[in-house]
T-cell receptor, first 112, second 113 residues
Framework: QKEVEQDPGPLSVPEGAIVSLNCTYS??????FMWYRQYSRKGPELLMY????GNKEDGRFTAQVDKSSKYISLFIRDSQPSDSATYLC????????????FGPGTSLSVIP | NAGVMQNPRHLVRRRGQEARLRCSPM?????VYWYRQLPEEGLKFMVY????????ESGMPKERFSAEFPKEGPSILRIQQVVRGDSAAYFC???????????FGPGTRLTVT
């Protein structure tokens, strides 16, 4: 079983839709959870991060962590064509946060 | 320049040649991480370095790959005697060491012919 799993997509939605992106993980010791966005042929950029369980909102983006289910989500409201990218979930331990484990990424296309 | 820099952006090598990839950290960052990304796969950790020290190289192939981060100058990922399977995008990320937040460079796309 891989440490972090993510549906690779591709996911295609119309502009304005609500997008839900998800990851599952196997190591219950992960404490920091992140979402990165990667545009084609670019480096990943950090979008959001959360510590332990709960929700965090930033504009149109909401990150959700359910540690009991080992499941994290990223919601995008009012999706825009500029949101078209690959979204990578990532996580790390509280004791060794230098080693970040990435999911394989979900490719998202928002159609105008 | 506020960001992480990588060069070259594209590198073509023939089988058996050496590839050298460079990464200049963001200002104030002293921790460097190298990752490899293959199509349809996620980022795979290769090595973590601080100035003049390799901290964790658990993701590095045992042969042909090496990395350094000298006291002066950029971090270098070196691949000797490249093979076609080394073709990938190589990203470096840097951090200040007091946070899990890593900032990525634009990547070097290596093609082995």
């Amino acid at each position: 079983q891989k440490e972090v799993e993510q549906d690779p997509g591709p996911l295609s939605v119309p502009e304005g839709a609500i997008v839900s992106l998800n990851c599952t993980y196997s190591n219950s010791a992960f404490q920091y959870f992140m979402w990165y966005r990667q545009y084609s042929r670019k480096g990943p950029e950090l979008l959001m991060y959360t510590y332990s369980s709960g929700n965090k909102e930033d504009g149109r983006f909401t990150a959700q962590v359910d540690k009991s289910s080992k499941y994290i989500s990223l919601f995008i409201r009012d999706s825009q064509p500029s949101d078209s990218a690959t979204y990578l979930c990532a996580m790390t331990l509280a004791t060794n946060y230098d080693k970040v484990i990435f999911g394989p990424g979900t490719s998202l296309s928002v159609i105008p | 320049n506020a960001g992480v820099m990588q060069n070259p952006r594209h590198l073509v090598r023939r089988r058996g040649q050496e590839a050298r990839l460079r990464c200049s950290p963001m200002k104030g960052h002293s921790h460097v991480y190298w990752y490899r990304q293959l199509p349809e796969e996620g980022l795979k950790f290769m090595v973590y370095l601080q100035k003049e020290n390799i901290i964790d190289e658990s993701g590095m192939p045992k042969e042909r790959f090496s990395a350094e981060f000298p006291k002066e100058g950029p971090s270098i990922l070196r691949i000797q005697q490249v093979v076609r399977g080394d073709s990938a995008a190589y990203f470096c990320a840097t951090s200040g060491g007091d946070s899990y937040e890593q900032y990525f460079g634009p990547g070097t796309r290596l093609t082995v012919t």
